[in-house]
T-cell receptor, first 104, second 114 residues
Framework: AQRVTQPEKLLSVFKGAPVELKCNYS??????LFWYVQYSRQRLQLLLR??SRESIKGFTADLNKGETSFHLKKPFAQEEDSAMYYC??????FGKGTMLLVSP | NAGVMQNPRHLVRRRGQEARLRCSPM?????VYWYRQLPEEGLKFMVY????????ESGMPKERFSAEFPKEGPSILRIQQVVRGDSAAYFC????????????FGPGTRLTVL
């Protein structure tokens, strides 16, 4: 069975603070692993994917196979990072999302 | 390229009526996914279609729900005899031919059943 857990519904930080949005998954097979973001009044869009190993808008995510985690990190949060973030081990399974609120 | 289009954006139906939700994929995309999002929940996969074929409908309720993606025209998600529990946001996404291509999401249709 595929499951994904994002334990925090809301994460509130100050501008410039480090951010870590947690994601744990259980997945049979090889997960693809994505992070999606939805800014206010915009549609859901891909932020990054594990296979690309890229950094987008300063965000990175490292796969930890031992812990089955794919946490999203950014060293210095910006106000424009405020959004809903969804972790997805595949295109068929999404987490419930974490709202990131970055205050000035 | 206008991106993935969904209409209507908002749909109100009374219990027992039918709801038809449309999704026009991005130009050149022949793969469409439908998801449902209930309040306070994440996206739940419903069905995956390729032109004229249903590839995976494992997330779609067996009764009252159906989906199609005809050779011409948008993909349609049809809900017959709607109930209050069908009230949700329904999103579609499309992608290109390669399985690793990025999915692009539509703005969603918010269905309210009175």
């Amino acid at each position: 069975a595929q499951r994904v857990t994002q334990p925090e519904k809301l994460l509130s930080v100050f501008k410039g603070a480090p951010v870590e949005l947690k994601c744990n998954y259980s997945y049979s097979g090889s997960p693809e692993l994505f992070w999606y973001v939805q800014y206010s009044r915009q549609r859901l869009q891909l932020l990054l994917r594990h296979i690309s190993r890229e950094s987008i808008k300063g965000f990175t995510a490292d796969l930890n196979k031992g812990e089955t985690s794919f946490h999203l990190k950014k060293p210095f949060a910006q106000e424009e990072d405020s959004a809903m973030y969804y972790c997805a081990p595949s295109t068929l399974t999404f987490g419930k999302g974490t709202m990131l609120l970055v205050s000035p | 390229n206008a991106g993935v289009m969904q209409n209507p954006r908002h749909l109100v139906r009374r219990r027992g009526q039918e709801a038809r939700l449309r999704c026009s994929p991005m130009k050149g995309h022949s793969h469409v996914y439908w998801y449902r999002q209930l309040p306070e929940e994440g996206l739940k996969f419903m069905v995956y279609l390729q032109k004229e074929n249903i590839i995976d409908e494992s997330g779609m309720p067996k009764e009252r729900f159906s989906a199609e993606f005809p050779k011409e025209g948008p993909s349609i998600l049809r809900i017959q005899q709607v109930v209050r529990g069908d009230s949700a946001a329904y999103f579609c996404a499309s992608r290109g031919e390669t399985s690793t291509d990025t999915q692009y999401f539509g703005p969603g249709t918010r269905l309210t059943v009175l």
